[in-house]
């Protein structure tokens, strides 16, 4: 009988999460044993002093880091351990600092998920599901539904069968008001300037060895526009999905840092004063057709665009007919909140450790600066031509909000253009460029797609 009990918990032991950390069968520990113990030793030790040192002593912060780090690559299976503690941090940048905190903490939520072995790929997501569109090129032809009753896989399917991406679309369509841009149309050239960074980051990213789909796919963070990203991603380069989400989703937090040091480099006081003439009144009727004939230009144009502008303008005119206002309210929050969790919680479910942990993934995230910075400065340097096209009634600062990044981009020229006039309010007037640049990187999209799969 005690044998049975023995070997019952020996079974319970071999099969915990614990077990499968300190003794993986597929990964070799990145240091010696010897070394690796020595490290773990030391890492405890500097985390216990760091922890009781922590109100006294100005190191104990580092001591603490230092020391978690060391036991993390001290560990045998330090790939999943890594990830854990990315985790950890998105989740601090999520819920202390707020960075995109509906985005960021289910994104990193469900990257803890996955990477608790053996739990994330036995009973979360399954790693064949996750590189299936590696597999089969990422052309879709047909649905891919899982093979497996998972949890991870189930969410994922509509990731990968586009369907989350589009539902946000309509949702951010139902939620904006194309007024502005109605009234001042010239807000279509800023937010093309803005899409200057999508096309520097792609030929970067060529230059490192990137292949054009892959590239293509990393360029897009440049609009600020993460379902646009996720989207070409699934559709361009499905095995680069985790970090250019992560990318694409953190840079749109961190508008009210990157920007205005651009901003105020390219400017001088006198333009950023600038007060602009009061947008004339936009009528309900030129509310309505816009979402109308905009859908009717893409399909003409450029057909590959139009599930992304077709559901973003079917949301806005079920905002603006004013007799579907319960499917508008509907598009707005419920469903939009329910296609953000699942969208956000399946992406940081592919965050695989031997996906994501590549030097692959540090390019994109250094690519994504060099994608948004370049954005911000295409549209900041239309905006000082126009300036003088116009005699001084541009204010070049709206040029900036051409970025996707709804309306937070809008809000930092405002703050921007307050800091030199505080009477002065440019919202309204960078809300235009805001707008379009949200159609324009559907635009680039729709193009890379076009070209690319010659659909």
């Not at 990393?218 to 970090?243: F, M, N, R």
């Not at 005699?391 to 020229?413: E, H, T, W």
């Amino acid at each position: 009988m005690w044998e049975a009990i023995v070997n019952t918990f020996v079974n319970l032991w071999e099969k915990s999460g614990l077990y499968a950390f300190l003794f993986p069968q597929d990964t070799k520990g990145l240091l010696p044993f010897e070394l690796a113990i020595l490290l773990e030793v030391l890492g405890i030790i500097a985390v216990l002093y760091g922890l009781n040192t922590f109100r006294k002593s100005k190191w104990a912060t580092f001591n603490i880091v230092v020391g978690v780090i060391a036991i993390v690559l001290a560990m045998p299976d330090w790939k999943h351990s890594v990830m854990v503690l990315v985790s950890m941090v998105l989740l601090y940048l999520g819920i202390f600092k707020k960075f995109e905190p509906l985005l960021l903490v289910p994104i990193a939520f469900g990257a803890l998920l996955t990477n608790l072995p053996p739990a994330g790929d036995m009973y979360i997501i399954s790693p064949e599901y996750v590189s299936i569109l590696e597999k089969i090129g990422g052309q879709i032809h047909h649905i891919i539904a899982p093979t497996k009753p998972l949890i991870g896989d189930v969410m994922y399917f509509g990731v990968i069968n586009e369907l989350f991406p589009l539902l946000i679309f309509m949702g951010v369509g139902a939620m904006t008001d194309f007024g502005p841009l109605i009234a001042y149309p010239i807000s279509f050239l800023l937010g093309a300037a803005a899409q200057i960074g999508v096309y520097i980051a792609m030929f970067v990213a060529v230059l490192l060895g990137f292949s054009t789909k892959e590239a293509a796919a990393i360029g897009i963070i440049g609009g600020a526009d993460g379902p646009t990203s996720i989207y070409l991603a699934v559709k361009l380069a499905p095995h680069l999905l985790g970090p250019i989400a992560v990318a694409a989703y953190t840079y749109m937090s961190l508008v009210p840092l990157i920007q205005p040091p651009i901003m105020k480099w390219l400017t001088t006081e006198e333009e950023r004063k600038v007060r602009m003439e009061q947008l004339r009144p936009v009528s309900k009727v030129e509310k309505i057709v816009f979402p109308i004939f905009m859908t009717v230009l893409t399909g003409l144009l450029l057909p590959s665009a139009l599930p992304l502008i077709g559901f973003l303008m079917f949301g806005n005119l079920l905002r603006e007919t004013g007799v579907t206002d319960r499917l508008a309210n509907t598009a707005a929050n419920e469903l939009t909140n329910i296609v953000t969790i699942f969208l956000a919680t399946s992406v940081g479910m592919s965050m695989k450790a031997d996906r994501f942990l590549t030097v692959k993934t540090m390019e994109i995230i250094a690519l994504g600066v060099v994608a948004f910075g370049a954005s911000t400065m295409g549209g900041v340097l239309l905006g000082k031509l126009l300036y003088k096209l116009t005699g001084g009634k541009v204010n070049p600062l709206i040029g900036s909000a051409g970025v996707s990044a709804v309306p937070m981009a809008a809000r930092v020229s405002q703050v921007v253009g307050q800091e030199a006039d505080p009477h002065n309010f440019l919202l309204m007037h960078a809300m235009g460029p805001n707008v379009a640049g949200v159609i324009g990187t559907a635009v680039a999209a729709g193009t890379f797609i076009a070209y690319f799969l010659g659909r």
